[in-house]
């Protein structure tokens, strides 16, 4: 039995004060506020929340960070230098990058992560020995960083979609897709559950799956989580309706995706029967905030789709940002700069936002501090230069990745002192992009 001591933390009922918290064999065996520190409990360095789930992340996208700001452009243009990139990549630069990132995340209080994960082959397109090598490097890498991980493994049949069709994978996407939807099944069946792990699937988008092949990728998620990316660009929605008459959104839905078990990444260009389809399927929408103001995306009807149903979840995507309060507050600004007002969400939505509805898209329970829960919190500093003078329940609004102390996954510390049990992220990602030459 570990026991520790908060000033304030985040329990499902809002932000109490003076909470013991008390952990055996990796659960939350007992928390109580308002009570005195005991002399055996730990104290904790700052405001606690419960663990926070990054919903959405292609690690390797993190090589690109402060790199493609040089010649302007729109999302297409970054598209092309990120698969520059993804040629270079193999299975050994991919576990270092991993792990790099993963360390980076939970330095920053992530404690859950959604891999999307859709970089699957060699550079020909053949498959590795172990088929899943790749996506193995990335469960090597959590457990070694300590995070939850659900890998989402993608489905990516095509090359791209237009009012005529659905184009072949070019050669950089060969890579990226397998020969047909039975072979991405049969490689999927491979993939093995382990502690830590959780499996789930995705369907990259309607422009890489046809929609013959959806149904085949809903059902192989069975209970598990499946991930979409969703209406991310105008283009989309304009090749989608030109084929088949219809929104990417109305598509999903004819098919069976879309339930409480699905998130849709994105969801930023919707049109109002889109946002009906979602929240009435009890869909999860996935927010990159960070990543769709870097990428130039647009700003999306966050407010309009939890009101219609959908629970609401955030993730870092492309990494230009791994910063959960930076995607947190990001969501509330967005939503205040399209809508003229302020509070679109209380501090309250945003933390449950950022972990418990996290959580629950990617197929783990908690994400809550209480009796039974897996133990997983972060501790948030509230003396530091950003901090100081903040109320506790309004901290997520001040606070940088920099202000996490502590964070503890499954009762195991796994950030102290602001420092990683595996050494330092830093080091580790500027190994990984010295083999990447990307520094
Ligand atoms: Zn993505």
Redesign the pocket.
Known sequence: MTSYWAADAWLPDGCQSAVRIRIEGGRFADVQPGVARDPGDEALPGVVLPGLANV?S?AFHRALRGRTHGGGGTFWTWREQMYALATRLDPDSYLDLARAVFAEMTLAGYTAVGE?HYLHHDRGGRGYADPNALGAGLIQAAAEVGIRLTLLDACYLSGGLTAGGHLPLDEIQQRFGDSDIDAWQARVALLRPAAGLRLGVAVHSVRAVPAEALSAVRNAAGEGALHV?LSEQPAENAACQAYYGRSPTQLLDDHGVLSTRTTA?HATHLTNTDVAILGGSGTTAGFCPTTEADLADGIGPARRLFDAGSPLALGS?QHAVIDPFAELHGLELHERLASGERGRFTPAELVTFASESGYRSLGWEGGRIEPGAPADFVVVRADSVRTAGTRPEQICYAATAADVEQVVIGGRTIVKDGCHHLGSPSLLLAAALDRLGER
């Open positions: 959405h292609h999307f990316h990444v995507d």
